[in-house]
Structure formats: C-alpha cells, structure tokens
C-alpha cells in the first residue's frame, strides 16, 4: 500500500472526491497472515469493502489494483461489481487473472519488464477490452506518474 503507484491512485481518487481505502496483503508489511495465492487476498479485499460500506453507507465503489492488487481486484469485482474498475499493470504474467467487464481501465508501460506488454495483449484481446499504454513507461512509471493520474483523472471523472 506504500508504493508510489498505490499512492498515486488513492491521491488521484480523493482529487475525484472518492473515498480511497488503502490496506496491506496477508503477510505485507504489520499485517499478520501469510500469502495465500490471491484466494485469501481477495477474501481479504472483500472484507475491506464490506467493512468501508458499513462504515460510510453503500457508496458507488470504484476498485483499483496494481501488479499482484489488479489481480485481486479482478477477482473480488466479480462479487462487488463496482462502478468502475481500474487495473494498473495486472499480474496477468504471473496469475490467472479473469476476465473483466467491458470499460475496465487497464494502465501499462510499454517497457513493464515485470508484466510484459504481450502478456497483457495475450489477456485483453480475447476480452477486446481496450489497454492504455504509457509511453517508455514500466512497471512502477518512474518519471510517468504524472501520466498515470492524468489518464485516472480522465477515466474516472475529471480532466
């Protein structure tokens, strides 16, 4: 929950007037547990949605994941079908990600030596589901953050 990307899109988000939920992963960080493949991570991400509506009321949710998070946000989007979806550089090189509804936000780097660009493309386009990509970009945008939120900014609301 603390790199740059993750904080850029909870930063971009609360510009849009949208409450940003940040967590840990099992295992991350102080949070206890351990990794579980995605399977408890999504259970985890449920929990934290449930728990953000019981608190702030059944407000529109919008989910957003980066890297090994796009995976689980895809994951958990199947049962909380949020407004909108936004998956910034999904693992889909490393896991099973599924498949997603039609306007999901997909961000990639054109240079992401973690996900490659191919893989990607092998996972989109039986989805014909549409990649923003980010010029000279990688897998954390260092130098293109400011492309990344732009790009949010503009999907999500606000230019």
């Known amino acids: 929950m603390d790199n ?6 909870a930063r971009t988000f609360g510009e849009l007037g ?3 939920v940040r967590f840990n992963f099992r ?3 102080a949070s206890a547990g351990e990794w579980d493949e995605g399977r408890g991570e999504t259970d985890d991400l449920l929990a934290v949605a449930h728990a953000a ?4 009321g059944h407000l529109p949710l919008t989910l957003a994941g980066f890297s090994f998070g796009g995976f689980v946000a895809a ?10 979806l936004v998956l910034v550089a999904p693992a889909v090189s490393r896991f099973e990600v599924p498949e997603v509804a039609p306007g999901t936000l997909v961000v990639h780097g054109e240079l992401d030596d973690v996900v490659p660009l191919k893989d990607l493309l092998d996972w989109a386009r039986p989805q ?4 923003v990509l980010v010029p000279g970009g990688e897998h954390f945008f260092h130098g293109r953050l400011h492309l990344l939120k732009q ?4 999907a999500c609301g606000r230019s």
């Open 18 to 20: 949208l409450l940003a």
């Open 4 to 9: 740059k990307v993750v904080q850029t899109l």
């Open 27 to 29: 295992g991350v960080g």
């Open 128 to 131: 014909e589901l549409p990649i």
């Open 53 to 56: 509506r019981e608190k702030f």
């Open 75 to 84: 994951r958990a989007a199947r049962r909380l079908h949020p407004k909108k």
């Open 151 to 154: 790009i949010v900014l503009d």
